[in-house]
Nanobody, 121 residues
């Protein structure tokens, strides 16, 4: 599966942004999906994950209550709605696909290119 992330941009603290990740291939609905982010000088970190059906979701503590992951299997797309953005959310955001249900980089099999989110104070 090939992934294409989009929707990044420059916003102010407190604003909202929605990222999208479009997938190619007919097997998108069989993959669990995730969003990661990587800030300058830091390691890539897990942000949120969603099961293939959309029933199960999981979030990293720093984004709980502010970010929402969702998917539309008919459109082969996964989303990340980001509300109440903070300067510390500034990072390149990546979408990824996995057959398992992990939260580490090594557990994901396919990656999209990143989309930059910059939050100014």
């Amino acid at each position: 599966v090939q992934l294409q992330a989009s929707g990044g941009g420059m916003v102010q603290a407190g604003d909202s942004l929605r990222l999208s990740c479009a997938a190619s291939g007919r097997t998108f609905s069989s993959y669990n999906m995730g969003w990661f982010r990587q800030a300058p000088g830091k390691e890539r970190e897990f942000v949120a994950g969603i099961s293939w059906s959309g029933v199960s979701t999981v979030y990293a503590d720093p984004v709980k209550g502010r970010f929402t992951i969702s998917r539309d299997n008919a459109k082969n797309t996964v989303y990340l709605q980001m509300n109440s953005l903070k300067p510390e959310d500034t990072a390149v955001y990546y979408c990824a696909a996995q057959e398992g249900w992990g939260q580490t980089v090594n557990e994901f099999d396919y990656w999209g290119q990143g989309t930059l989110v910059t939050v100014s104070s």
